[in-house]
């Protein structure tokens, strides 16, 4: 991450992420309010079960190419995590990034197993995902030795989304299809994926002048800048519940409909004989 694309990567990684889950968690909401027959239809454990296992399989993807990126990137250890010639530590922060990464991995795998096959609880998968979290944070909270007063700072407000996440993530383990819980972890990531890319514009501006990274200034700037990417993820994450939930109502609408329907012509439902005689009625009027 020691450079702009290293931050852009996992930005764009958790963004995204933050974004489909909340579209995501969003439908499965709307779909339990509705107990209607096309609700059974569309969130349908077989239904939810091929996503997770569909998004599982691209956050263990992206996972790997973390890791390898870190790793055999330009500059990077290529897994050489000691250097003997010089009798010492051989880029420990990109290994710190890649721990970072592998727990993400170990998280999707296990999501894997649970969503394909009976070997594991079902809450298992929020546990792997606190703990991944948590060693993010954790890692970075002790990969700032030695640096300016800026980056670290830009480096601890990041730790607050962070250890969010992490606790959030523990909740879910106990309350799992929350929907307040949900919808505040979206928040979070989107956060946290929003404000990698701030961290590099900070301290690896593409153009433009560099940041002075003693200048308490830019430290109050930086913290209202802060709650200015909180603001906008709240935005982000309304504005797709919003608009996903009406979207969803009025596909259950159609869906029961036809359902019915289909049901009516089969004689699979009769409706009561008051019913036809009021029809008769009006037709005679």
């Not at 990126?69 to 500059?75: K, L, N, P, T, V």
């Not at 290529?78 to 970072?100: N, R």
């Not at 049901?263 to 037709?283: E, H, N, T, V």
């Amino acid at each position: 991450m020691g450079s702009f694309r290293g931050h852009a990567l996992p930005g764009t990684f958790f963004l995204v992420a933050g974004i489909w889950w909340t579209v995501k968690y969003s439908i499965w909401h709307a779909t339990r309010r509705n107990k209607g027959i096309g609700s059974t239809r569309l969130a349908s454990r077989a239904s939810q079960r091929r996503l997770e296992i569909i998004e599982s399989s691209v956050i263990l993807f992206f996972s790997l190419v973390g890791m390898l990126a870190e790793q055999f990137g330009s500059g990077g250890p290529k897994l050489q995590l000691y250097d003997f010639v010089e009798k010492h530590w051989d880029h420990l922060h990109s290994w710190h990034h890649a721990t970072m990464y592998l727990f993400f991995g170990l998280f999707a795998t296990v999501s894997l197993i649970i969503h394909t096959t009976e070997a594991a609880p079902l809450a298992l998968d929020r546990l792997m995902l606190a703990i991944a979290f948590f060693n993010e944070g954790f890692l970075f909270l002790y990969h700032l030795h030695g640096r300016g007063m800026l980056d670290v700072h830009v480096h601890l407000l990041l730790l607050y989304a962070v250890f969010g996440e992490t606790l959030v993530a523990f909740l879910e383990i106990f309350h799992r299809g929350n929907i307040i819980l949900e919808l505040l972890r979206c928040t979070l990531t989107v956060v946290q994926g929003t404000w990698f890319w701030e961290v590099g514009f900070v301290l690896y501006p593409p153009r433009g002048p560099e940041w002075d990274l003693k200048d308490p200034n830019n430290m109050m700037f930086i913290t209202m800048c802060y709650s200015w990417h909180l603001a906008f993820a709240m935005l982000i994450v309304s504005v797709l519940y919003c608009i996903v939930n009406p979207d969803v109502q009025t596909s259950l609408f159609k869906t029961t409909r036809f359902v019915v329907m289909e049901d009516l012509q089969r004689g699979a439902i009769r409706l009561p004989s008051s019913f036809f005689q009021c029809k008769a009625q009006y037709a005679n009027i």
